[in-house]
C-alpha cells in the first residue's frame, strides 16, 4: 500500500531555512505528479508548490514563490521542499500528496514553526 511519508519539519527563526522530504513508501514516486500542502492554524489545507512527473516545478503559492523550491528524485523515491527565508506566517503543518491529492494518502505531516 502507497504512503507517503513527510519529516524535516521543525522550529526555526525568521529568516531560516528548512528541507522538508516526502519519502514514497509501498509504490513508486515515478508514477505521481506531486504537490506540498500546507495548513496552518484554523485554516484549510492548501497547496504550495507541485511537481510534474517530469519534473517540472512550479510554486502555487505566492507567497512562497522566490523563497521555496520543489524538486523530485525518483531514484530514491523522494520529494523535497526546499524553503528559505520563512517567514512567522510560514508556521503550519506540511503535507505531501498527489496533485489533486488522494483523500486516503493523507500522512501525519511536519509541523513547521517560525518564531522567534
Known amino acids: 500500500q502507497v504512503q507517503f511519508v513527510e519529516s524535516g519539519g521543525g522550529l526555526v527563526q525568521p529568516g531560516g531555512s528548512l528541507r522538508l522530504s516526502c519519502v514514497v513508501s509501498g509504490g513508486s514516486l515515478s508514477h505521481y505528479s506531486m504537490a506540498w500542502y500546507r495548513q496552518a492554524p484554523r485554516q484549510q489545507r492548501e497547496m504550495v508548490a507541485r511537481v510534474s512527473l517530469v519534473g517540472t516545478p512550479y510554486i502555487w503559492m505566492d507567497s512562497a514563490k522566490g523563497r521555496f523550491s520543489i524538486s523530485r528524485h525518483n531514484a530514491n523515491n523522494t520529494m523535497i521542499l526546499q524553503m528559505n527565508n520563512l517567514k512567522p506566517e510560514d508556521t503550519a503543518v506540511y503535507y505531501c500528496?498527489?496533485?489533486?491529492?488522494?483523500?486516503?494518502?493523507w500522512g501525519q505531516g511536519t509541523q513547521v514553526i517560525v518564531s522567534s
Open positions: 500528496n498527489t496533485f489533486a491529492p488522494t483523500e486516503t494518502l
